[in-house]
């Protein structure tokens, strides 16, 4: 397997008031094609500080980052933000949609500004195609008219899943995506992730639910800003027992201080 995702001395760190917050301090990891690895740790940890930074949607302070062989600290924003668009997909847990447009259109937009890019191969009915097999794969393309307050929160995150996706990306970038829907909806949206994972996308989700994070490869614990620890996990498409991961998981972050 190659390496998507390369963290070396990553350093994250904001003034506020004139004093200095290091947000991350000397974080280093290396993900692969294929894995599906959580963080987890206390608030304030820097969880979601770290899923932004190396993800580009925010600029590190010192180390590196290496995503699918491009350093990131050395682009642009005009050349990051076409990263994050053909490469990158997010999700996160305030689902973010234009009001003005219905669930089809949201889904299809990126997918179309994709297409100014002279490297794309594809057409607008190339898109409205991926667009339709992803919404039919998560079961809502009978909802491809409504607006985005006619849905459930779980239909609704669906379909921030199938726009995350439209550009094929090379991995997922997900912030807490299980956090606003009712266990139910929980259940059907890590159910898909899970799916997608095992047809080949690499996946980062930051979690504070334990049931969430045991259905990754891979579990990172935060805390005040470092990588205090690491759990391997098996596979998400291992026959198991879910609750034998569970409990794993559990009495491993208790170890951590959880």
């Known amino acids: 397997?190659?390496?998507?995702?390369?963290?070396?001395?990553?350093?994250?760190?904001?003034?506020?008031?004139?004093?200095?917050?290091?947000?991350?301090?000397?974080?280093?990891?290396?993900?692969?094609?294929?894995?599906?690895?959580?963080?987890?740790?206390?608030?304030?940890?820097?969880?979601?500080?770290?899923?932004?930074?190396?993800?580009?949607?925010?600029?590190?302070?010192?180390?590196?980052?290496?995503?699918?062989?491009?350093?990131?600290?050395?682009?642009?924003?005009?050349?990051?933000?076409?990263?994050?668009?053909?490469?990158?997909?997010?999700?996160?847990?305030?689902?973010?949609?234009?009001?003005n447009l219905s669930i089809y259109d949201n889904i299809i937009l990126s997918g179309y500004q994709a297409l100014k890019s002279n490297e794309c191969k594809r057409s607008r009915s190339d898109v409205n195609a991926d667009a339709d097999q992803l919404m039919k794969r998560l079961d809502i393309i009978e909802l491809a008219s409504h607006d985005i307050t006619e849905v459930s929160g779980g239909q609704l995150q669906r379909a921030c899943i199938c726009r995350a996706?439209?550009?094929?990306?090379?991995?997922?970038?997900?912030?807490?995506?299980?956090?606003?829907?009712?266990?139910?909806?929980?259940?059907?949206?890590?159910?898909?992730?899970?799916q997608i994972n095992e047809d080949g996308t690499t996946i980062m989700i930051v979690t504070h639910d334990v049931k969430v994070a045991a259905q990754t490869d891979k579990v990172f614990y935060m805390v005040d800003g470092n990588i205090q620890g690491e759990l391997q996990l098996a596979t998400a498409g291992d026959e198991w027992n879910v609750r034998e991961r569970e409990r794993k998981l559990s009495s491993w972050l208790m170890e951590m201080g959880w």
């Open 165 to 194: 996706l439209i550009n094929k990306p090379k991995m997922l970038f997900a912030d807490e995506p299980t956090g606003a829907l009712n266990s139910k909806a929980a259940k059907e949206v890590m159910a898909e992730l899970c």
């Open 1 to 99: 397997m190659s390496a998507v995702l390369t963290v070396e001395n990553l350093c994250k760190t904001y003034i506020v008031n004139k004093q200095q917050n290091n947000v991350l301090r000397n974080i280093n990891f290396t993900l692969y094609e294929g894995e599906f690895v959580s963080i987890m740790g206390p608030s304030g940890s820097g969880k979601s500080t770290l899923l932004y930074t190396v993800s580009g949607m925010d600029r590190l302070t010192a180390g590196e980052v290496l995503f699918d062989g491009i350093s990131l600290s050395q682009l642009s924003e005009k050349q990051m933000a076409e990263v994050r668009l053909h490469k990158m997909g997010f999700i996160f847990q305030q689902m973010h949609m234009l009001k």
